[in-house]
């Protein structure tokens, strides 16, 4: 599971394996960084090629990418929510399931609190995953804790989602 904290200056990228009910493991966490002054789309290039390597290198099953959602600040968020798309993309040139994940959701699903700051998501990502070392900076923790969610949280929408087709045609076929 590849999870993504997007960004253009610091995008967060996390891959943790295991699943529902098992340990789970970081196998690999790291920002992506691209100059300011640099222009946008050869940081968006940047992005690209270092999300399609880490995507060869370690192979997800699946991609969460945080879910961009308005603030105040309209310039960052414009440079967030591009930088969204490279991720998404990415999973889909590869077919894989894309997820995405609010703040609160994820925050909700490691603390157990939605309201949670980044230093209670950074301890709980350290402690779920038994690390010696809290991942810093809060990009790369926020990565973990999207790919962690969306372990715990993505099998449980896949499970609901799979009994609901499955009643339907069940319902279908009484008709």
Known sequence: MLGVDPGLTRCGLGVVEGGIGQPLRMVAVGVVRT?????????????????DDWMHAHEPDAVAVERVFA?????GIMGTAQASAVPMLAAARRGLPLAL????????????????DKAQVTSMVTRILRLQVAPRPADAADALALAICHVWRGGAHDRIAQAVAAQQARAGARR
């Open 101 to 116: 994940h609010t703040p609160s959701e994820v925050k909700a699903a490691v603390t157990g609190n939605g309201r949670a």
């Open 35 to 51: 100059p300011p002054g640099d222009d946008p789309a050869e940081r968006l290039l940047s992005l690209q090629t270092e999300i």
């Open 71 to 75: 603030k105040a600040n309209i310039k």
